[in-house]
């Protein structure tokens, strides 16, 4: 299973609006969990199985909480039984079709240019 989750708190009282401490605390438990992570911009992914992955994302959840009065919870799960390896190998088919795409455009524009150099 694949997670991809942000969690961020509400009411700090903070001025400046940061939730940069929050985030961390959340991010020190996903690493220290041991499972496969990747932390961007917007979003913390993990992957594992349902029971390891979210107490994960609740002990993030919990460690956010102590810097606000609520917390803002965003999460979406990729559920594939059987599959691992998949924080990376999603991206890599990825890259893949895209090659692919852009050799046969490239293919395409050569065949183009072939026609037009006949007449």
């Known amino acids: 299973m694949l997670v991809a989750f942000s969690v961020a708190p509400s009411g700090t009282g903070r001025s400046d609006g940061s939730v940069h401490d929050a985030v961390a605390a959340a991010?020190?438990?996903?690493?220290?969990?041991?499972?496969?992570?990747?932390?961007?911009?917007m979003f913390t992914e993990?992957?594992?199985?349902?029971?390891?992955?979210?107490?994960?994302?609740?002990?993030?959840?919990?460690?956010?909480?102590?810097?606000g009065s609520r917390v803002s919870l965003v999460l979406k799960a990729d559920i594939r039984p059987g599959y691992s390896g998949?924080?990376?190998?999603?991206v890599e088919r990825l890259?893949?079709?895209?090659?692919?795409?852009?050799a046969s455009d490239a293919s395409d524009a050569t065949d183009a240019t072939d026609a037009t150099d006949a007449g």
């Not at 993990?46 to 810097?67: I, K, P, Q, S």
């Not at 998949?86 to 999603?90: C, I, N, P, S």
């Not at 890259?95 to 852009?102: G, K, N, P, Q, S």
């Open 27 to 41: 991010v020190r438990i996903v690493r220290e969990s041991g499972l496969p992570n990747r932390t961007t911009s």
């Open 46 to 67: 993990l992957e594992g199985e349902w029971d390891e992955v979210f107490d994960v994302v609740r002990r993030a959840t919990e460690a956010v909480g102590e810097y």
């Open 86 to 90: 998949e924080l990376d190998a999603k």
């Open 95 to 102: 890259e893949t079709a895209i090659d692919a795409t852009d």
